[in-house]
């Protein structure tokens, strides 16, 4: 490796190679470490767009970050919570018919299809993407 001298002396500094300034960012981590795990994307490219699109949707984060883990299976919902090891009834509290899963939970029902088609029809487009309880890489 060569550097050049500096013309003006300064002093050493921590600079993050993974980005093009130098400076460290969570997301940047998060790439180097699913590199360093072996993490490989397995999402197509209209899977791809759809995330795409979340991200960039005009509205809060807190919304796409619940998006998200909706999406990968992270919600504390019966069934995770029970493949955690947790010693629970996993009927869901609502319905009391069904399994709480994540699609049960916010798809299996008609209540709650009915509440994603009056607040945001857009979504129900991107559940229809995946399949029950996938979720989309190797988390
Ligand atoms: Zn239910």
């Known amino acids: 490796m060569c550097l050049p001298i500096p013309r003006i002396p300064r002093s050493d500094?921590?600079?993050?190679?993974?980005?093009?300034?130098?400076?460290?960012?969570?997301?940047?981590?998060?790439?180097?470490?699913?590199?360093?795990?072996?993490?490989v994307d397995d999402i197509d490219d209209q899977q791809r767009q759809i995330w795409r699109q979340v991200w960039r949707a005009n509205t809060l984060s807190k919304v796409q970050y619940f998006i998200w883990r909706l999406a990968w299976g992270l919600l504390p919902v019966k069934q995770i919570l029970q493949q955690r090891g947790m010693d629970l009834d996993?009927?869901?509290?609502?319905?009391?018919?069904?399994?709480?899963?994540?699609?049960?939970?916010?798809?299996?029902f008609a209540f709650s299809r009915q509440v994603w088609e009056l607040s945001t029809p857009w979504f129900l487009f991107v559940s229809m993407t995946g399949k029950e309880n996938k979720t989309y890489g190797s988390a």
């Not at 093009?20 to 699913?34: D, I, L, N, P, Q």
């Open 13 to 39: 500094s921590l600079i993050w190679n993974e980005t093009f300034m130098g400076e460290f960012t969570v997301k940047s981590s998060y790439f180097v470490a699913r590199r360093l795990l072996g993490w």
């Open 90 to 108: 996993g009927r869901c509290v609502v319905c009391g018919e069904g399994e709480e899963s994540i699609n049960h939970a916010f798809f299996g």
